[in-house]
């Protein structure tokens, strides 16, 4: 959980309260050595956040975060900087994140040096480029961020994150800023690191489409919290909560017949609510055609949606037991 304060009004100084956006709700998520998981969801609902909380950039304001089962309790000493080390982001943006006035072979050999300081670093500066495709390494180390294409910048600066010899890579929508034409190359660049180096990748992005294509799994965030989980393909083929039925309604897909409009999306247009006073029970009541008295006032946990055990769940009274009970009497 991580709730950022902000600046009390006159009239909160009279009541004394508090506000907070709550960027971050109860989330929770498991990544693991391997797999590609997705976090899907609109901007400003939070996806940024987990990843910066994650990476540690931000401490949350409860909850524990975990690597191997070694919680991650202070800022500072040889423990934290370990943890640092195995769990790296990377941007969105390659072009603010590199340093427009250093070349290639200065971020890669800053990086090789903060986390390795015994390292070969020639021998290390090659394996990196080639481990991104960047060929012939030669052609590469010498040139300055403005000299090299999106794609190419992106690649850098995933180099610069396997410097450190990472576990896990937190990826904040790295292909969003970049041309269509060559985003494939670079998540298939992703997936093949993910294989190569038994990477956990978090796969941060707006573009349900594009997780249905690389990830193992998918978790679908609302409002500052998770609201489905589960498979990848049974989470993007067989969508069980309103909000992820909406998302993917509403993304643009080539094999959609144009003007076929879906029933749950003909009611909810509308807009993400305010994380300072978010609607209570579930947050995703204003805009659900489904919803029902006790999504105003109860928050929905974390329900089976097939109930086989595949681990495919859904934050929805929809699914709870007893209601389709009664809905089916
Ligand atoms: Fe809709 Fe209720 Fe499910 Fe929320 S809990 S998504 S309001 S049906
Ligand atoms: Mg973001």
Redesign the pocket.
Known sequence: TKHFPVRRRPRDLLTRTRRAVRAVDDVGLVLRRGQVTAMVGESGSGKSTVARLLAQLVRQTSGRISLHGDEVRTRGGRAFRAYCRRVQLVFQDPFASLNPVHTVRYHLTRALRIHHRDRDVTAALHDLLTRVQLTPPEQFLAKYPHELSGGQRQRVAIARALAAGPEALLADEPVSMLDVSIRLGVLNLLRDLRDRLDLAILYITHDIASARYFADDVLVMYAGQV?EGGDGEAVTQRAA???TRLLIASAPDPDRIAGEADEDTAESGGEPPSLIDPPA??R??PR?P???AR?RTEA?PRLSVDGNGSGHW?????YDAPTVAEAAT
């Open positions: 609201v909560h309103p909000y029970g579930c995703f009541h659900c489904h919803a029902m999504c929905p859904a934050a929805c009274w929809l």
